[in-house]
């Protein structure tokens, strides 16, 4: 997995980095999971995983190349206030929700 045309643009609002690349991962095959996506550019940016929030993992049709968007953070804490739940939980940042909920 290599990581190629690494874009981004710092969000002082929110305390983030908004970044845009693409992957080849024409070593691998198969699309990367946003796991794997994560851990890459936290190394990248020598960061914790928990700091990094990926969005979106596309893979353009006919290609090896996936479009990625992510949030690097610069603490874990405002990543879990700011991001939506659904998103937190596909980065696996907050438990998955399992069995079903009690009724009260």
Do not use: Q, W
Request: charged share 30%; glycine share 4%.
């Amino acid at each position: 997995m290599e990581l190629k045309n690494i874009t981004y643009r710092y969000n002082p609002l929110l305390e983030r980095k908004e970044v845009y690349l693409d992957i080849d991962h024409s070593s691998e095959g198969s699309t990367p999971s946003r796991i794997a996506v994560r851990d890459a550019l936290a190394k990248h940016f020598g960061v914790d995983p928990a700091c990094v929030v990926v969005r979106k993992v596309e893979t353009r049709t006919g290609t090896m190349v996936a479009k990625v968007e992510a949030h690097v953070y610069d603490r874990p804490e405002t990543a879990l206030s700011v991001e939506p739940e659904h998103i937190l939980r596909k980065n696996k940042l907050l438990p998955e929700e399992g069995g079903e909920k009690s009724a009260s």
